[in-house]
């Protein structure tokens, strides 16, 4: 029955369907489903995401560690792991902007007790450290010495190790080691580690803290070469361009450092370039708000003295026990001396004396010098012979200790020191500077002895040529004069100053046509000048040249002269009445010229250059000899002599030249046996006051000083500098002296 339904079944769906059935559908064998994976955590993700960055030395990726390391600490703050992680992202970020993270350090606390954390903190203290004391080491040393030389060159002479001073300590260095060896797993650390014990560090690859510490001992210019060419593969660009600039501040060169580091500045390297650029305020402002690191000590002292008020030295008093740089010492014993503080200047000096070679023995004794203790001050500079000073600062010593000499009376040795000054150091400002006192002084020998010194080294300088002919023609050596003037023209030397020389000589050697063409040329070169002319006309009455002779004193005359021009001129009218032809040759007009010759005679003594000597019964005047009215010539010369002598022993003197055409009243030089001299006041000193009365120029000099006497006192407020500047002021009570023992 059972078949029988089944094919009625089957015949049926036939009947109701053409089509044949479908083949039997296969169900697909699904795989066997594996298991969800777990969850990853955020500090595991963290950790994938700086294993990264680490490998690939991304910003971005250290970035984005952070930011997961973040989300892990959000979901456990007790996570030390995490607090790890993000200390070394965000302080390798630090790093590429080249400033110090404090988030850093607040991690890294929150995973103490982690190896690697305490590697990472050796890390920090590391390159934070170098920051806070000037660079890496060597270069704070280096950059505080080449600040302290170009702020104040004298402290190169002071043998300061700065290096060991701004150096970490050892015991510094020892625990940053101990740090590092905590993560002995971790290559960079132990890398670092190496490089710090001085052994061999493997290739720092894109390390560039490794790369600056292979740089750190080499020379600048192959250093900055190595770090530049780091910065094309590193990220730590901030931190490679401070150490760049770090090499190019020890070198000196700050303006190049301080652009160097734009990027990532650093407070105490730019301290260092306004320090070297003389800008004391601005580096205090800046190292007010930096620690107190010896490199930061040692900026603030200098700067304080480059402040130099009462107030900036009083201030570094309380620095400087802690500063252990000699120079110091020095330098506020200098400034002291430039605020006349006599006990403190000599303390200073006295204590910085042995350290600081010639310089500081020198400075010593110019403090005595300008204290006025002069024996202690010429034994001082004695000693300092031995201590083979520079030619500077030897220069210097031979100036000052021929001062000394010359105060003491000791003019002959004082003139060879000052001699040996320019022969040290041979400069036109030194050579103008002693030239005027030794002509003031009348030293013609020691006038020679510079020009001859000069000529070789400055040989188209007119007035060292002129100084040496008038120097020789004062020694009476006439034909020297001559020919110095001669071949000095022959070089095409301005010869405006010298030609007189060269005509005066001339006239004593009797070569008259010679010191008429002298002369002549004198007159062509300075034509609103009557000098040439009265001597030319001199000249042509030795040759007879009357009418000429006339009409050049009579023009030199016009053109207004004085002192010995205008007697010579008189003297050429003289000798053209005497012996120019008359309008005729009565008795009456030869006894007119001849009493015209004593008019311009005694016109001549009455300008009071004249001296008897002067008067000779020689050529023009011959005819002259045994006259009533030649006689009362040579009585009215000897009387205005008197006269004069007279009136120079009752006028008190200081015995000082001085010239204000620079807008002060500077002295140019002294007298011999003048109070101004026995003072110590010496060229170059700028007259400030007299008497308490403020002077501007030296026609206040004269004002104040009219009416003195021998043996008057009078006190003299003057300025000196002591080096380029720095200046004192000095105060002198001078003892005046006769006017007639400084003309002898």
């Known amino acids: 029955m059972r078949l029988i339904a089944a094919l009625l079944t089957i015949l049926l769906a036939v009947g109701c369907d053409s089509k044949p059935p479908p083949p039997a559908q296969r169900m697909p064998v699904q795989p066997p489903t594996a298991p969800p994976p777990p969850k990853v955590g955020a500090r595991e993700a963290a950790e994938g995401i700086l294993a990264r960055a680490e490998q690939e030395r991304s910003s971005a990726l250290y970035n984005q560690a952070a930011e997961k390391f973040g989300e892990a600490i959000a979901a456990n703050s007790t996570d030390a792991a995490a607090y790890e992680g993000r200390a070394l992202a965000r302080w390798r970020m630090s790093l590429a902007r080249g400033a110090a993270d404090p988030a850093v350090a607040e991690d890294l606390k929150a995973a103490e007790g982690r190896p690697k954390a305490a590697a990472i903190k050796a890390l920090v203290r590391l390159v934070d450290g170098a920051r806070s004391r000037g660079g890496w080491d060597p270069l704070p040393g280096r950059i505080l010495g080449a600040a302290l030389a170009r702020a104040f060159p004298e402290s190169a002479a002071f043998p300061s190790d700065l290096g060991m001073m701004c150096a970490r300590s050892e015991a510094v260095v020892k625990e940053i080691r101990e740090g590092l060896a905590r993560a002995p797993d971790w290559p960079f650390a132990a890398a670092v580690h190496a490089a710090l014990e001085g052994k061999t560090v493997p290739a720092p690859g894109r390390e560039g803290l490794l790369q600056i510490l292979m740089a750190a001992g080499k020379p600048t210019a192959e250093a900055t070469a190595a770090l530049e060419k780091a910065l094309s593969d590193c990220p730590e660009q901030g931190l490679l361009m401070q150490a760049q600039a770090q090499f190019l501040a020890a070198d000196g060169r700050f303006d190049d450092a301080v652009r160097r580091s734009v990027v990532a500045p650093m407070s105490l390297l730019k301290a260092a370039a306004h320090v070297a650029a003389g800008k004391p305020a601005q580096a205090l402002e800046i190292l007010e708000k930096e620690g107190d690191s010896p490199f930061a000590r040692a900026l603030r002292c200098v700067a304080l003295l480059q402040t130099n008020t009462e107030a900036s030295l009083a201030e570094l008093d309380k620095h400087l026990e802690t500063t252990p740089i000699p120079w110091l010492r020095f330098e506020r014993g200098v400034r002291r001396l430039a605020a006349g503080n006599k006990e403190g200047a000599l303390e200073d000096l006295r204590a910085a004396a042995p350290q600081g070679g010639a310089t500081s023995a020198a400075w010593l004794g110019f403090a005595l010098w300008h204290f006025q203790d002069l024996d202690a001050a010429a034994a001082e500079l004695a000693k300092t012979a031995e201590l083979k000073p520079g030619p500077d600062l030897a220069a210097v010593i031979h100036e000052t200790a021929g001062y000394i000499l010359m105060a003491k009376g000791e003019d002959d040795p004082g003139v060879d020191r000052l001699v040996k000054a320019l022969e040290t150091k041979p400069t036109r400002e030194l050579f103008l500077r002693l030239a005027g006192l030794l002509r003031a002084d009348r030293r013609w020998k020691g006038l020679k002895a510079l020009a001859m010194v000069m000529i070789p080294r400055t040989p188209t300088d007119q007035a060292v040529w002129t100084s040496k002919a008038e120097a020789c023609f004062w020694l009476k050596e006439h034909e020297e004069a001559a020919e110095t003037v001669a071949f000095a023209m022959g070089q095409g030397v301005d010869a405006r100053e010298m030609l007189r020389w060269r005509g005066h000589a001339l006239e004593d050697l ?235």
């Open 510 to 744: 009797g070569r008259f046509q010679e010191a008429h063409d002298a002369w002549d040329r004198l007159a062509a070169l300075q034509p609103h000048s009557g000098e040439g002319l009265a001597h030319r006309a001199w000249m042509k009455t030795k040759l007879a040249r009357w009418e000429e002779a006339k009409a050049d004193a009579e023009q030199g005359i016009a053109k207004g002269l004085g002192g010995w021009s205008m007697a010579v001129a008189r003297f050429a009218l003289a000798a053209v009445c005497a012996h120019g032809a008359a309008t005729d040759e009565s008795a009456e007009d030869r006894a007119a010229q001849r009493e015209g010759a004593f008019e311009h005679l005694k016109q001549a003594v009455k300008s009071g250059a004249v001296e008897p000597s002067d008067l000779k019964l020689e050529g023009a005047f011959a005819p002259f000899k045994d006259s009533a009215e030649w006689k009362e010539v040579l009585e009215a010369a000897a009387k205005k002599q008197g006269e004069l002598k007279d009136e120079a022993k009752k006028s008190g003197s200081m015995g000082l030249w001085m010239d204000s055409s620079a807008g002060k009243v500077e002295v140019t030089a002294t007298y011999r046996k003048s109070a101004g001299r026995k003072a110590g006041i010496v060229p170059g000193d700028v007259i400030l006051e007299l008497d308490g009365k403020r002077i501007i120029e030296t026609g206040d000099v004269s004002g104040r000083m009219s009416g003195r006497n021998p043996g008057d006192t009078v006190k003299v407020k003057f300025e000196r500098e002591l080096r380029p500047g720095l200046k004192m002021k000095l105060e002198r009570e001078l003892t005046l002296g006769s006017r007639a023992v400084i003309d002898e």
